[in-house]
């Protein structure tokens, strides 16, 4: 696979060898349904979605698709991904076996709602400044 920066999705899909561009696609297809309104980005050299900050990423490797939905989206599906190798941040589907799409809309779907609640409580607390400024009176300073 290519090594220089990829500047698009598509570009990073074009270096891929057939069977692992059809598997990558089913992930991309997968991850785009469970976050229709999400955009897709390369972030570290890789695939990814974006929607009110980071979603996931996912790349193909030699003998698997690593899934990256950040340590919380693994964290909560410890049970569902115990069948596979996984770290903090990141879980590895083999090529050799099928994709589990479900799983992958599952935390998909999580990680979305994850992002709209972070964006809901920033957006309350900048409200809830803005408000606070309106309402506290002006100090004057005299000398």
């Known amino acids: 696979m290519q090594t220089k920066p990829f500047k698009t999705v598509d570009e990073y899909f074009s270096t891929l060898p057939r069977e692992s561009k059809e598997i990558m696609q089913k992930v991309r ?3 785009g349904q469970a ?4 955009e897709e980005v390369i972030s570290y050299n890789m695939p990814a979605f974006r ?6 990423a996912y790349a193909a490797h030699k003998e698997h698709i690593g899934f990256y939905p950040t340590p919380s989206g ?6 569902d991904i115990a069948k ?4 903090k941040g990141s879980v590895q ?3 050799d076996k ?15 709602g994850e992002n709209q609640a972070t ?13 606070k400024k309106k309402m506290s009176p002006m100090r004057k300073t005299t000398k």
């Open 74 to 79: 693994i964290e909560a599906f410890k049970t």
């Open 29 to 31: 297809d997968a991850i």
């Open 119 to 131: 964006a809901l409580t920033k957006a309350t607390a900048v409200k809830k400044r803005k408000e």
């Open 51 to 56: 929607l009110q900050g980071y979603l996931v």
């Open 84 to 87: 596979y190798q996984w770290a």
């Open 98 to 112: 099928p994709m589990p799409i479900a799983l992958i809309k599952k935390i998909v779907k999580y990680r979305v």
């Open 93 to 95: 589907f083999p090529l």
């Open 35 to 38: 976050a229709p309104k999400a």
